[in-house]
Each structure stands twice: as C-alpha cells, then as structure tokens.
C-alpha cells in the first residue's frame, strides 16, 4: 500500500542545517508530486512547497524561495528537504505529502502524507 | 489567499450536529478541501473540491460552498472525531494556503 515513510527526530543548534528524507513505498514514485508541510508546535500547518519527482523540478513558497531546496533520489524512491542556517523558529514538524498525479493539477490535495520529522532548534 | 476558520474551537457532545465554516479573501471556486488532524498525527483528508468525500471517509462528514464561503458539517458527532480540522484552497498558482484550524474538544 501506499507508504511515505520520513526520517527521524533531529535536534540541531542554530545556524546548523537539517535534511529531512521522505522515502516512498507501493506506487510509481515519479508518477506523483510530493509536497512539504511543516507545524510549528501547537499551530496550524504551512505549505513549503512541492517537487515533481519525475523532473526534479520544484515550486516554493515565496518565504522559502531561496532557503529551501527539495530534491530526490529516483533510485531510491526518496525525496530530501533541506532547511540551511537553522533558528528557533524553524523548530517544527515537518510532513511530506503525496499530492496529484503529474498529469493532474499540481495544487490538487494530499491523499497519503509521512508521519512527520520533528525538528528541535536549539542551543 | 487567507483563509479564515470559524470557529478557532468548539465543544460538544456525543451525538451533536457540528458546523465549521471557512472564508477565503477572494473567490476560489470550489478549490477547497478539508482536513481532520488528531495530536501527533499527519492531517487526514477528508474532503476534496468543497463536497466530495473522500473513500473510507463516513458519510456524517459533509462539505459544502463555493466562492469564498464553505462549511464542513459533522451530522452526528462520534467520539473519534474529537480533532483539528483545517480548510485548505487549492487554487492559486503560489502554493496551499490553510486555514488557522478548528478544535473540537469534548464537552
């Protein structure tokens, strides 16, 4: 069945950098985009951005255009977000989330998402 | 594109009806689908295009609206639906926007 499996919990000093892994099971992992999400503890959820699998190529969110990168690894079916120059505010949950085929619409709603990666910021 | 939830939280009972309502900043069509997110969980969707539920999901949850106002309605509430929602549109080209989320806390 449809799995997306994420790498554990991270805790890192400011300034530092955090790559999350999001590694995909029981479908054609370049037939779907993927998107990440992050919750920072006890608030709602924030869209980062998303990644053609199949591409590589990817759309931010104007507040992590530049600070961000998304990639993958089609041999292994995983994808990788990349937060560099960590602070406290980066101190979150962050999701992966399969979204539509890339034949459909991009924007089109997450079905199945990872169980999350907490990152802990902290000196 | 803001969305606005209403209410931020609720309580009820076993059995209660229960409406949510969302209010995008500018027309989104029907581009709206909501999401349940229980404590330590990944959101679960729920809804998608305003009113179509999604497989396995029960029929008491009922979504509705078009343009800039939706609702999220639970006929008869069950214990395991005590959660977060959230609303999310799906129509502009920069990216998902979500709602700030609803609790609905046990009364």
């Known amino acids: 069945q449809v799995q997306l499996v994420q790498s554990g919990a991270e805790v890192k000093k400011p300034g530092a950098s955090v790559k999350v892994s999001c590694k995909a099971f029981g479908y054609i992992f370049t037939s779907y985009y993927i998107h990440w999400v992050r919750q920072a503890p006890g608030q709602g959820l924030e869209w980062m951005g998303v990644i053609n699998p199949g591409r590589g190529s990817t759309s931010y969110h104007e507040k992590f255009q530049g600070r961000v990168t998304m990639t993958r690894d089609t041999s292994a079916n995983t994808l990788y977000m990349e937060v560099p120059s960590l602070t406290s505010e980066d101190t979150a949950v962050y999701y992966c989330a399969r979204g539509s085929s890339i034949e459909g619409r991009v924007w089109d709603p997450a079905d199945y998402w990872g169980q999350g990666t907490l990152v802990t910021v902290s000196s | 594109i803001q969305m606005t939830q209403s209410p931020s939280s609720l309580s009820a009972s076993v059995g209660d009806r229960v409406t949510i309502t969302c209010r995008a900043s500018?027309?989104?069509?029907?581009?709206l689908n909501w999401y349940q997110q229980k404590p330590g969980k990944a959101p679960k969707l729920l809804v998608s295009?305003?009113?179509s539920l999604q497989s396995g999901i029960p029929s008491r949850f009922t979504g509705s609206g078009s343009g800039t106002d939706f609702t999220l309605t639970i006929r008869s509430l069950q214990p395991e639906d005590f959660a977060t929602y959230y609303c999310?549109?799906?129509?502009?080209?920069?990216?998902?926007?979500f709602g700030q989320g609803t609790k609905v806390e046990i009364k």
């Open positions: 295009a305003a009113s």
């Open positions: 999310q549109q799906s129509y502009t080209t920069h990216g998902w926007t």
């Open positions: 500018q027309s989104i069509s029907n581009y």
